[in-house]
C-alpha cells in the first residue's frame, strides 16, 4: 500500500472569491460608462512575454476590463517598420500621459538589472498596477501599508504617516482617514493571498504579524518576486530564508541573533519606530538547511533544469511553484503536505484588482485637485 500523498491546491481554486469581488466591483457606477483602461507594453520577443500578455488579455476579457497591448522595439521586428524604433521609456512615457489609460503593466526582463529598474520607476505611480514604481518598494520595505493617494506623483514626496494604534488580534489593520492601501507587486501578493487561503496565516493573531512562527524559505531572490516576496513575508512576521545563486540571507522582524525582541536591529533604520519591519543578516546556511526546517518553501527559478529535492523538505511542508518551469520533483507530494504547481490565475487576479483601485486613487486625486481649485 502505496503511502498518502500531500494535497493538490491548484490557484484557480483560491481565485474564485477575488473573481467575485472583482466582478462585483465592475459593477459599480463608476465603470458603467467607461471600462477600466489596461495598457500592457511588450517590448521583446521572448515567448513566454507573449504568452503572459496574451492570458492577461484572456482573463481581463472575462471580466470586462479593456485591456491593450502594445508592441514596440523588439516586440514589433517581423511584423511592420512601425513601431520598432519607439524605446519602451517613450511608449511609458505616453502611456502615462494618456487619460484614457488607467493602468499600465512592462512586461519584464527587458534589458535586465538596473535599466529595468529604471523604468519600473518610469511608471507613474496613480497607473501601477504592478506595483513596481520605487514608491511602492519604498513603503514595501518599510512596512508602510497606508498611504494618501494625494502623495502618488510621478516626483516622489517624502511621506511618514503617523503612528498607528495596533490592531487587535483577529481584526484588520484600520485605514486612517484620508488613507488608502499601498499598492503591492501583483506576484508577490498572489502567493501571500494563496498562503492565507492555505491556512498559512494565522488570523488569531494580529494583523501585520500573522505569519509569525512560520519559517519560509524563498528561492530567488529576483527585484520583481523574490525579494519583494521575502519582505512582504517577513513584515507579516515570518522568519524569511531568501535563497539566491550567491548567497543565502534571512529576512525577518525578529532577526534570529540571540534576541527574541521584535525591535529593530541596531543600525536598522530609524522609520522602523513607526513601522517595524524586516531586516536583512547574513547566514551560513545551505539550501540543505533551509529545507530541513522550512514550513513553507516558494521556487521562482526561470530555469527548466532546476529542481528542490523532495528528500530535502521538510515532512508536512507547503510547496509552491512561482517559475513557468516546474521546480519541484515530480514526487514532492510524498513529503509536502500540499503543492501549488502554478500561481499564474492569481497573479492575473491581483493585477487586475490594483487597476481597479488605482481607478478609485485616480478619482480622489481628481476630487481634491477640484476642490482645492475652487476654493
Known sequence: MSAPQGLLVTASKVHVPFKTELLSEMAEPRFAKRPPHLVGILATSKEDARTYAEFTKKA?????????????????????????????????????????????????????????????????PQKDVEGLNHQFLFNLYHNIRFISPLTLRPIPSSHLPTPLQPPKPGQDEPLPPGSVKSVLPCTPLAIVKVLEHLGVYNRMLAYGDRARGKVITVINRSEVVGRPLAALLANDGARVLSVDIESIVEFSKRPSNGSSSSAPAPGSSALSKFHAHHVVTPTEFTLKDCLAISDVVISAVPVDSYKVPTAQLKDGCVCVNVAGEKNFE????????????????????????????LCGYQDAVKQATQAMAGQ
Open 60 to 124: 481581463c476579457e472575462q471580466i470586462g476590463i479593456n485591456f491593450e497591448l502594445r508592441l514596440v522595439g523588439e516586440a514589433r521586428v517581423g511584423l511592420d517598420g512601425e513601431g520598432v524604433g519607439i524605446d519602451v521609456e517613450e511608449a511609458v512615457l505616453e502611456a502615462n500621459d494618456d487619460v484614457e489609460v488607467d493602468g499600465i503593466m512592462v512586461y519584464y526582463p527587458i534589458y535586465g538589472g538596473r535599466q529595468d529598474q529604471y523604468l519600473q520607476s518610469v511608471v507613474s
Open 330 to 357: 515530480a514526487d514532492v507530494r510524498e513529503r509536502a503536505s500540499i503543492y501549488v504547481p502554478s500561481v499564474g490565475v492569481m497573479t492575473i487576479a491581483m493585477l487586475q484588482r490594483n487597476l481597479l483601485r
